[in-house]
């Protein structure tokens, strides 16, 4: 995709998507609204695809729509990483979970068993999966374009800055973000996040299903179990300690992408 495109296509992801969250903001201000705007929340969870389609087709027509959907049949990557897709988001959560309740010295939420997170994840990654469209402009197309023409860092690091922006309307609402979440452990996670996704792309040769499939699970998981301070009463250390392990993954990710680069000192 050209220069052009990619641009209009980070441009309209916002503005569609944002048209989505208006009627999440208004209500939180109790700001009285049309309850026919209700209806423009369904913008919220398809702004990026359509957003992905509309530019893509302007830029390589029905092709370049087929193309993009076709990253969702790769399944070609190594076994590891196959699994890693699949077990790293329950490790994560449920570790970030345990260990930040045990700094916190507070013990784990009797509410919190098992058959309840069963059915949270359950409920959770049903609706993540169909709704959250967000990896089809991110990784499908806005990344995919820079990877090819900057290389995986500066890729990932502009990226970053745009993948922050793109949910800075969930800190906009009455009482801050709805898991509670505070600005700078987000934005710590999220600019490791882009760093990881990245590489989870590349190492599975430019497929959308393990991008897409590791970042709802990741998702779901965070949902299901007490990690976020609003899940759990307020506690912020199992947050911390989830944005800790991904920073860990980020650098992880970094230096393998920087040894492959051929610049790691142990190969010079």
Same mark, same amino acid.
């Given at each position: 995709m050209n220069d052009r495109n990619v641009r209009l296509t980070i441009v309209w992801a916002f503005v569609i998507s944002w048209i989505g969250i208006t009627p999440s903001l208004l209500?939180?201000?109790d700001i009285a609204y049309p309850p026919a705007l209700d209806g423009l929340v369904i913008f919220q969870y398809f702004g990026a695809l359509m957003a992905a389609l509309i530019f893509v087709y302007r830029d390589a027509g029905i092709t370049g729509i087929r193309k993009l959907f076709s990253k969702f049949t790769k399944v070609k990557s190594a076994g590891w990483v196959i699994v890693a897709v699949f077990l790293l988001p329950w490790l994560l959560s449920l570790g970030a979970s345990y260990t930040g309740f045990q700094l916190s010295e507070t013990i784990w939420?009797?509410?919190?068993?098992?058959?309840?997170?069963?059915?949270?994840?359950?409920?959770?990654?049903?609706?993540?999966?169909?709704?959250?469209?967000? /990896?089809?402009?991110?990784?499908?197309?806005?990344?995919?374009?820079?990877?090819?023409?900057?290389?995986?860092?500066?890729?990932?690091?502009?990226?970053?800055?745009?993948?922050?922006?793109?949910?800075?309307?969930?800190?906009?609402?009455?009482?801050?973000? /709805?898991?509670?979440? /505070?600005?700078?452990?987000?934005?710590?996670?999220?600019?490791?996040?882009?760093?990881?996704?990245?590489?989870?792309?590349?190492?599975?040769?430019?497929?959308?299903?393990?991008?897409?499939?590791?970042?709802?699970l990741l998702n779901s998981t965070g949902e299901s179990l007490p990690v976020f301070p609003q899940l759990n009463g307020g506690i912020i250390e199992p947050f911390y300690t989830f944005i800790a392990i991904i920073v860990l993954m980020a650098i992880g990710a970094i230096a393998d992408e920087y040894r492959k680069a051929g610049n790691s000192p142990a190969l010079q």
């Open positions: 209500k939180s201000y939420p009797a509410k919190w068993t098992p058959q309840v997170i069963i059915s949270r994840f359950a409920a959770a990654i049903v609706l993540q999966l169909f709704l959250n469209t967000e /990896e089809f402009v991110w990784r499908g197309v806005v990344f995919d374009a820079w990877l090819k023409r900057y290389g995986y860092f500066k890729a990932c690091a502009l990226l970053a800055v745009i993948w922050w922006a793109f949910h800075m309307p969930m800190f906009l609402r009455n009482g801050g973000h /709805e898991a509670g979440q /505070e600005l700078l452990p987000f934005t710590i996670m999220v600019v490791s996040m882009t760093f990881v996704m990245g590489w989870l792309y590349k190492k599975t040769f430019g497929s959308l299903l393990y991008v897409h499939l590791f970042h709802q």
